[in-house]
């Protein structure tokens, strides 16, 4: 599961952005903003082996958990 101390561990946030705070790949440096744009219009992010929209990682980053339903 995500958790919100994860995330504040791997990104930071600026102007509706998650920025990399560790080098998460050989293409990729600290301060880059996170994620691809999906051929459905979302941003995602791969994060532990799996691609993740951004905007869920968003929230979480602010509130916490998504809760179930």
């Known amino acids: 599961m995500?958790?919100?101390e994860y995330l504040k561990e791997r990104f930071s946030y600026k102007d509706g952005n998650l920025l990399w705070k560790?080098?998460?790949s050989l293409n990729r440096n600290i301060g880059d903003v996170a994620g691809n744009k999906h051929p459905s219009g979302y941003i995602s992010i791969t994060s532990l082996g799996k691609g993740h929209r951004a905007h869920r990682f968003i929230w979480?980053?602010?509130n916490g958990t998504i809760e179930d339903g």
Do not use: E, L, S
Request: charged letters at 10%; hydrophobic letters at 45%.
């Open 2 to 4: 995500i958790t919100q």
């Open 22 to 24: 560790v080098k998460p």
């Open 60 to 62: 979480i980053w602010h």
